[in-house]
């Protein structure tokens, strides 16, 4: 190796004509010290003339490196702008490599290519820099310095010397030369750099790149600091679980997570699993017996096999066959409901008879307080069953029914799967109340998933999607309840057996209030029965002035405020106990609530009672009808839906057409308007059945005849005068019961009807069956007879 020749003192004279060597691996700036090494016989040449002469040196970075089918670099290929160097020290340690340390000078332009030597030359413009100091220059290089600064702390391979370096470069094109050349960018982000002669662009270039390159770094640093955590967890957590199995194997004890898979397969041996679900479990085993006990999966796994092994696939009780004693069962708890009662005794006769045979799928409407949700328990205690009751009011997913897939986490089988293992028999009395206020949106329909459920021919292999088993729910009895029917949906409806529980009449309510609410209500505000005693009139006169419904919810609430102002009194030792009679109820309930007001409200000409079926009941429909001057009007108030404006207007149009016979004027309404008006006007109505009452409004105004007193009616009507039948006739003529109503006009179609009406309220008032709008006239209007004029 030859002696490092001294450079002595440094050339930075540029000479016009250039010896030219292209890099492709190394950049170099203006003023910038870096070492290379140079090999082959041509670069080496070019060295050692460079030495002879003036050691200056140019480079420049090629666009594109040579193919193998070219031997040199044409203009084109090179960029325009380079850096000359010159030569400070250099060394050979053979013929043809030589190491050089090289400065750079300052920046050229390539103007030609210069022959003559086996080695490129150039002709060159020497690009001088301009020194610029302003205020935005001075904020720019301080933005850098700040920014390179952070670079070198972040990046572990950089001396921390060069962010003080950086710091004591006075001049704006130097420094950003500096930093192009330490930091890791690309060759032609740094050309890119070296040709950009504007200083304060350059600073403003190298902010953009210095800056996403501190943002590399952070990241990176962020992200080595995360998995070092992780490992470092991960290590100890290992670590800590060979403590514990070392300790474990110390004391003699098992591992816990082969404990609880004993535990299971025991469980599993010891249930009389159908076959499908027992390889299912047997194959949840085997995988939770390779899991570890604190993998997520394996709580997942174990929640499933606790499902599994809890749920009583086979188990379920003995049915109460002694239909005697049954029926002893449901007459203690319910007053009346004969309906309901009698298929259930038909139910545990068949039973008894054939007993494989499949649970029915009952639905109980009826208004509100009827004791449709206490019928189930009943039904449970005769049958001698598990009761689970469910609310659907509201409900409006879908999973909700069958359940979400194990796939999510805290998945959990559906309400019915969750209610059979609560019963823990596979054959309990089940009821889902409020059927009808089931809803739907993007989660799914409900009713939809109800269909399986109520179906007898598909329920014994019902599919729980959290399950993923068939479950036998044949042997359930299924109990449905509904105010109303309509929004239930027909295919769902198609599959129950519908059972009707009306209103009660006031005979039932004084029986059910004597038998089963004053002794509850006793009991439940502290009295003792002897302290406490209710008059059959007292309870006559809570039910008629100040409840007026179908059920008895808002009698037993009056009971109980009777029950609590007495208990009020006892105990502040006013008295030692109370007789409740007629004369005491003001002095507890206050002044009454409920008037009748038939005989007032129909005391003119033009006023008719009807007659409405609700979802809470019947209802009493006041229909007043009122005559004025004007020419050809026809006005409805009182809130009145679509169906109920065409009935009034089809009775307009049949007493014109029969003017004559009714012995009203042929153009009585030439000169008139009238205006009928239903009260209640806060109140919707609709529906067909108020066709007859509104036409004999409109005959009784024209003619100027009352109605007669205590007479209410219902049913639709047709332009040709005829009657047709209407539905909720018991629960209209319930209310108008209620109401002290003794005379009944009902379509003849609706004869049959009667027949679910008690007996005791068909004796007490008078039914007329109509099948034409003019034998309603002639019953309903004071004057014998329709003839006569207005």
């Known amino acids: 190796?030859?002696?490092?020749?001294?450079?002595?003192?440094?050339?930075?004279?540029?000479?016009?004509?250039?010896?030219?060597?292209?890099?492709?691996?190394?950049?170099?700036?203006?003023?910038?010290?870096?070492?290379?090494?140079?090999?082959?016989?041509?670069?080496?040449?070019?060295?050692?003339?460079?030495?002879?002469?003036?050691?200056?040196?140019?480079?420049?970075?090629?666009?594109?490196?040579?193919?193998?089918?070219?031997?040199?670099?044409?203009?084109?290929?090179?960029?325009?702008?380079?850096?000359?160097?010159?030569?400070?020290?250099?060394?050979?340690?053979?013929?043809?490599?030589?190491?050089?340390?090289?400065?750079?000078?300052?920046?050229?332009?390539?103007?030609?290519?210069?022959?003559?030597?086996?080695?490129?030359q150039v002709r060159v413009e020497i690009i001088e820099e301009k020194e610029v100091k302003d205020l935005e220059i001075e904020a720019l290089m301080s933005n850098l310095v700040g920014l390179f600064d952070r670079v070198v702390k972040l990046s572990p391979f950089l001396p921390q010397e060069f962010g003080a370096m950086a710091k004591s470069i006075p001049d704006a094109g130097v420094l950003a030369d500096l930093v192009a050349s330490i930091i890791n960018v690309s060759l032609e982000e740094k050309q890119k750099i070296l040709e950009t002669l504007d200083v304060r662009q350059r600073l403003k270039e190298?902010?953009?790149?210095?800056?996403?390159?501190?943002?590399?770094?952070?990241?990176?640093?962020?992200?080595?600091?995360?998995?070092?955590?992780d490992m470092d967890k991960t290590q100890r957590d290992y670590y800590l679980r060979q403590q514990l199995k070392a300790i474990k194997q110390e004391l003699g004890e098992e591992e816990e997570g082969k404990l609880e898979v004993e535990e299971y397969r025991a469980k599993i041996e010891k249930k009389d699993l159908p076959a499908e679900a027992r390889k299912d479990a047997e194959r949840e085993l085997e995988r939770l017996s390779r899991m570890h006990p604190s993998s997520a999966e394996y709580t997942v796994v174990s929640t499933y096999l606790d499902w599994i092994t809890a749920l009583p696939w086979k188990e379920g009780t003995e049915d109460n066959l002694d239909i005697r004693a049954a029926r002893k069962v449901l007459d203690e708890d319910h007053?009346?409901?004969?309906?309901?009662?009698?298929?259930?005794?038909?139910?545990?006769?068949?039973?008894?008879?054939?007993?494989?045979?499949?649970?029915?799928?009952?639905?109980?409407?009826?208004?509100?307080?009827?004791?449709?949700?206490?019928?189930?328990?009943s039904?449970?205690?005769?049958?001698?069953?598990?009761?689970?009751?469910?609310?659907?009011?509201g409900v409006h997913d879908e999973a909700e029914?069958?359940?979400?897939?194990?796939?999510?986490?805290?998945?959990?089988?559906?309400?019915?799967?969750?209610?059979?293992r609560r019963a823990e028999s596979n054959n309990p009395v089940f009821m889902l109340d409020e059927i009808d206020k089931v809803g739907s949106d993007f989660r799914g329909d409900p009713s939809s998933a109800l269909l399986e459920v109520l179906d007898p021919e598909q329920n014994f292999s019902f599919m729980d999607h959290y399950l993923d088993l068939p479950f036998d729910l044949s042997h359930v009895m299924f109990i449905t309840t509904a105010n109303i029917l309509d929004t239930i949906?027909?295919?769902?409806?198609?599959?129950?057996?519908?059972?009707?529980?009306?209103?009660?009449?006031?005979?039932?309510?004084?029986?059910?209030?004597?038998?089963?609410?004053?002794?509850?209500?006793?009991?439940?505000?502290?009295?003792?029965?002897?302290?406490?005693?209710?008059?059959?009139?007292?309870?006559?006169?809570?039910?008629?002035?100040?409840?007026?419904?179908?059920?008895?919810?808002?009698?037993?609430r009056e009971i109980g405020s009777v029950c609590r102002g007495v208990a009020s009194r006892v105990a502040g030792g006013e008295i030692e106990k109370a007789t409740i009679a007629v004369k005491d109820i003001h002095r507890y309930l206050g002044a009454v609530r409920i008037i009748s007001e038939t005989a007032a409200r129909t005391s003119k000409p033009g006023v008719v009672m009807g007659l409405a079926w609700t979802p809470a009941g019947g209802d009493l429909l006041f229909v007043e009808a009122t005559a004025m001057k004007g020419k050809?009007?026809?006005?409805?108030?009182?809130?009145?839906?679509d169906v109920m404006k065409e009935s009034a207007s089809a009775a307009l149009s049949f007493i014109r057409a029969n003017a004559e016979r009714l012995g009203i004027s042929k153009d009585f309404f030439e000169e008139m308007d009238i205006h009928i008006h239903v009260p209640a006007g806060a109140i919707p109505k609709d529906g067909p059945s108020a066709g007859v009452t509104m036409l004999t409004a409109l005959s009784s105004l024209l003619t100027n005849r009352m109605v007669k007193r205590d007479l209410a009616m219902t049913g639709e009507i047709t332009l040709r005068g005829l009657v047709l039948p209407v539905g909720g006739i018991k629960e209209k003529v319930l209310a108008?019961?209620?109401?002290?109503?003794?005379?009944?006009?009902?379509?003849k179609w609706n004869r049959k009807d009667l027949e679910d009406v008690p007996q005791k309220v068909r004796r007490e008032i008078t039914f007329h069956f109509v099948d034409e709008m003019l034998e309603v006239l002639k019953l309903a209007l004071e004057k014998p007879g329709i003839e006569g004029s207005r």
Do not use: W
């Open 632 to 641: 050809k009007g026809l006005t409805l108030t009182g809130q009145l839906g």
């Open 335 to 377: 007053y009346g409901l004969e309906k309901p009662k009698k298929r259930i005794i038909e139910y545990l006769a068949v039973r008894k008879l054939k007993p494989d045979m499949k649970g029915p799928i009952l639905c109980f409407v009826g208004p509100p307080g009827t004791g449709k949700t206490s019928l189930g328990h």
């Open 206 to 229: 190298m902010t953009r790149l210095v800056n996403h390159q501190v943002e590399i770094l952070e990241l990176g640093n962020k992200i080595q600091s995360q998995v070092k955590g």
């Open 736 to 747: 108008a019961h209620r109401a002290g109503v003794k005379t009944i006009i009902l379509p």
């Open 489 to 556: 949906p027909p295919p769902l409806r198609d599959r129950m057996e519908v059972i009707e529980l009306p209103g009660y009449t006031l005979d039932e309510k004084v029986n059910i209030a004597k038998r089963y609410l004053i002794p509850k209500e006793i009991e439940a505000n502290g009295l003792k029965r002897e302290q406490i005693r209710f008059t059959e009139s007292a309870v006559k006169q809570i039910i008629t002035g100040y409840t007026r419904e179908a059920g008895v919810r808002n009698l037993q």
């Open 1 to 120: 190796m030859t002696e490092g020749k001294s450079p002595g003192e440094m050339n930075t004279q540029v000479p016009e004509i250039l010896p030219l060597l292209p890099l492709t691996n190394i950049f170099i700036f203006p003023k910038m010290m870096f070492p290379m090494e140079v090999m082959g016989s041509e670069a080496t040449s070019l060295v050692d003339e460079a030495m002879a002469r003036d050691r200056m040196i140019g480079f420049v970075l090629p666009k594109k490196s040579l193919s193998s089918s070219e031997a040199k670099y044409q203009i084109e290929d090179l960029h325009e702008i380079g850096t000359s160097a010159t030569i400070m020290r250099m060394a050979k340690s053979d013929e043809n490599k030589t190491q050089l340390l090289m400065q750079g000078v300052n920046r050229f332009r390539i103007l030609e290519f210069v022959s003559g030597k086996p080695y490129l």
């Open 379 to 393: 039904i449970a205690r005769s049958l001698g069953r598990k009761f689970i009751r469910i609310s659907l009011g």
């Open 401 to 420: 029914i069958r359940g979400h897939r194990r796939t999510y986490i805290g998945a959990l089988p559906g309400r019915i799967i969750q209610g059979i």
